[in-house]
């Protein structure tokens, strides 16, 4: 049974770029949700996604989208890269009738914005 | 959203038991804490989950006083490969918000040989 999948592992771009990263859940579960996690500190969440729609939203700006596909894999996309979205991005998948919050991580794609 | 406060780090030698202490003054009444635990450059781990009282599992332990406003991981006899960041974290798993985690800074655990 493979747990959460996530590509690419490593990641360089520049100032200004778009950049669009991927997620496989575990198998069965139907939410996904994004992180970022910078040096040194907690992972922040990004948004989550449910029947292919966002479903909460953390303090994010717009430049952060995402989309989720009827297989329940997602994306994250970032626009007009900034040096400060260097980090750690982060998947988690769950399942959501399970009446506690299990979240299942993936190892995460490390950003580097130059 | 509930506040917590943990340490920043913590050390340990080999085969100790490990307490970290995490308060959390204002939870509400219907949160849960569970704790995650992370490696470097790995997503952080689901160790364990309680609501008050004490909680066990195979590799943890978890203590909540009757008054809920902190929570104690038990980690038993701590060995190398414990030695990583360690995040409580109380949620509702009542409401659409159950999904949405907040993390603090966590506790750094270094076990030592």
């Known amino acids: 049974d493979a747990g959460v999948t996530q590509s690419p592992t490593h990641l360089i771009k520049t100032r200004g770029q778009q950049v669009t990263l991927r997620c496989s859940p575990k198998?069965?579960?139907?939410?996904v949700s994004w992180y970022q996690q910078a040096l040194g500190q907690g992972p922040q969440f990004i948004f989550q996604?449910?029947?292919?729609?966002?479903?909460q939203r953390g303090n994010f700006p717009d430049r952060f989208s995402g989309h989720q596909f009827p297989n329940y894999s997602s994306e994250l996309n970032v626009n007009a890269l900034l040096l400060g979205d260097s980090a750690l991005y982060l998947c988690?998948?769950?399942?959501?009738?399970?009446?506690?919050?299990?979240?299942?991580f993936g190892p995460g794609t490390r950003l580097t914005v130059l | 959203l509930a506040k917590t406060t943990q340490p920043i780090s913590m050390d340990s030698y080999e085969g100790q038991e490990v307490n970290i202490t995490c308060s959390h003054n204002?939870?509400?009444?219907?949160?849960?804490i569970t704790w995650y635990q992370q490696f470097p450059s790995q997503g952080p781990r689901f160790i364990i989950q309680?609501?008050?009282t004490k909680v066990t599992n195979e590799v943890a332990s978890l203590f909540i006083p009757a008054d809920r406003k902190s929570s104690t991981l038990s980690l038993p006899r701590v060995s190398l490969s414990d030695t990583a960041v360690y995040y409580c974290?109380?949620?509702?798993?009542?409401?659409?918000?159950?999904?949405?985690?907040?993390f603090g800074s966590g506790t750094q655990l270094t076990v030592l040989p």
């Open positions: 309680g609501y008050k």
């Open positions: 996604y449910y029947e292919e729609e966002e479903r």
């Open positions: 198998s069965g579960h139907d939410t």
């Open positions: 974290l109380p949620h509702s798993i009542s409401s659409g918000s159950a999904r949405q985690l907040t």
């Open positions: 204002n939870i509400a009444t219907n949160d849960y």
């Open positions: 988690a998948s769950s399942l959501s009738v399970t009446p506690y919050n299990e979240q299942f």
